[in-house]
T-cell receptor, first 111, second 110 residues
Framework: SQTIHQWPATLVQPVGSPLSLECTVEGTSNPNLYWYRQAAGRGLQLLFYSVGIGQISSEVPQNLSASRPQDRQFILSSKKLLLSDSGFYLCAWSNRVGEQYFGPGTRLTVT | GIQVEQSPPDLILQEGANSTLRCNFS?????LQWFHQNPWGQLINLFYIPSGTKQNGRLSATTVATERYSLLYISSSQTTDSGVYFC????????????FGKGTRLHILP
């Protein structure tokens, strides 16, 4: 069966510090991968999605970036965090019919 | 771009009541999913339902793709049903992008 991991689960970082959040998927190959952010309230904002290694589509211009160095690894990064980067970050993968599965999320607080 | 609208935005019910949540979308889609986000933030798959009707215990869902809406039914609500319910659609242009509605926040009172 497939599983999706995210770490860390929680993170507190000062403004201006770098960020690296990692997401890995097990039990499937060549999945589509997604990063979402959920700020205060309930909406999910799509940040990045990837259909293959090295292929990244960005949905929102910002100081975040994503990379996919391996088939089942998706990394969200920032060189310098802003206060507005605080939120709940969710990674997801989808199969070929578009059924999407989410990881447990990382709660980021920028202080 | 495509609009995904969920209603109602908030719903408060007594335990045991039934509810219907709606998701309207403005364009053709390839598929549609319903999720439940629990109080710990975990998004749990409820239904993958591009069309037709599915049932799983007290929950069922119906999607009428030609009329661009989907309904999620919850019967005999329990306090554990509380949380936010999202619908998400994949656009028909096959660019692999999945769009979420803003959710319905459901609170079941004991």
């Amino acid at each position: 069966s497939q599983t999706i991991h995210q770490w860390p689960a929680t993170l507190v970082q000062p403004v201006g510090s770098p960020l690296s959040l990692e997401c890995t998927v097990e039990g499937t190959s060549n999945p589509n991968l997604y990063w979402y952010r959920q700020a205060a309230g309930r909406g999910l904002q799509l940040l990045f999605y990837s259909v293959g290694i090295g292929q990244i589509s960005s949905e929102v211009p910002q100081n975040l970036s994503a990379s996919r160095p391996q088939d089942r690894q998706f990394i969200l990064s920032s060189k310098k965090l802003l206060l507005s980067d605080s939120g709940f970050y969710l990674c997801a993968w989808s199969n070929r019919v578009g059924e999407q599965y989410f990881g447990p999320g990382t709660r980021l607080t920028v202080t | 771009g495509i609009q995904v609208e969920q209603s109602p935005p908030d719903l408060i019910l007594q335990e045991g009541a039934n509810s219907t949540l709606r998701c309207n979308f403005s364009d053709s889609v390839n598929n549609l999913q319903w999720f439940h986000q629990n109080p710990w933030g975990q998004l749990i798959n409820l239904f993958y339902i591009p069309s037709g009707t599915k049932q799983n215990g007290r929950l069922s869902a119906t999607t009428v793709a030609t009329e661009r809406y989907s309904l999620l039914y919850i019967s005999s609500s329990q306090t554990t049903d509380s949380g936010v319910y999202f619908c998400a659609v994949e656009l028909a242009n096959r660019d692999d992008k999945i769009i979420f509605g803003k959710g319905t926040r459901l609170h079941i009172l004991p």
